[in-house]
């Protein structure tokens, strides 16, 4: 089956500096690639997510990058701001989303003001 | 928030007692999907259903249950023969096999002692 990995565990930048988390897959039939914010006390929620056949995708401040030969995909905040702080997942799966996801570790990400 | 319900917030139970635990949802979603979230274990799946009266098992399904008589209900039975039943219980909701997001609920947290 697929095994997510996640990286960095915990992450703390300043305040308008830029945050990157890295995930690798180990199924190469994956072909989309969602990213999941889950603030304390909340419940998780989609923030961006990325298929197999575009290398980047980009929502304000939010950023997926994909490399399928590595297996590996990244999320990029820029410009952060207190309220970027929270946990977030990756997750991978086969035919666009229709079968499970399965989850990385999740990364705790404190923006220091 | 809303949307997808879940019942209790908060569960207590003695060990080797069963225990149900609720999800509902009013959006009209075929699938629906329960999770359980350890802290450093990120979500992993228990249990899925794509339609009703179908289900399939996800990476951790022993010792858990379900059912899906209705398409707004899938409800997670917690059986004694679940080692480690301590957890946070997430149920999620996606709309049908053309959309990629997934709508979680609030949560249940479950302890047994």
């Known amino acids: 089956g697929e095994n997510v990995e996640q990286h960095p565990s915990t992450l703390s930048v300043q305040e308008g500096d830029s945050a990157v988390i890295k995930c690798t897959y180990s199924d190469s039939a994956s072909n989309y690639f969602p990213w999941y914010k889950q603030e304390l006390g909340k419940r998780p929620q989609l923030i961006i997510d990325?298929?197999?056949?575009?290398g980047e995708k980009k929502d304000q401040r939010i950023a997926v990058t994909l490399n399928k030969t590595a297996k590996h995909f990244s999320l990029h905040i820029t410009e952060t701001q207190p309220e970027d702080s929270a946990v977030y997942f990756c997750a991978a799966s086969r035919n666009f989303g229709n079968e499970k996801l399965t989850f990385g570790t999740g990364t705790r990400l404190t923006i220091i003001p | 928030d809303g949307g997808i319900t879940q019942s209790p917030k908060y569960l207590f139970r003695k060990e080797g007692q069963n225990v149900t635990l609720s999800c509902e949802q009013n959006l009209n979603h075929d699938a629906m999907y329960w999770y359980r979230q350890d802290p450093g274990q990120g979500l992993r799946l228990i249990y899925y259903s794509q339609i009703v009266n179908d289900f399939q098992k996800g990476d951790i399904a022993e010792g858990y249950s379900v059912s899906r008589e209705k398409k707004e209900s899938f409800p997670l039975t917690v059986t004694s023969a679940q080692k480690n039943p301590t957890a946070f219980y997430l149920c999620?909701?996606?709309?049908?096999?053309?959309?990629?997001?997934?709508?979680f609920g609030p949560g249940t947290r479950l302890t047994v002692t």
């Open positions: 990325i298929r197999s056949n575009v």
């Open positions: 999620a909701s996606r709309l049908n096999r053309l959309s990629y997001e997934q709508y």
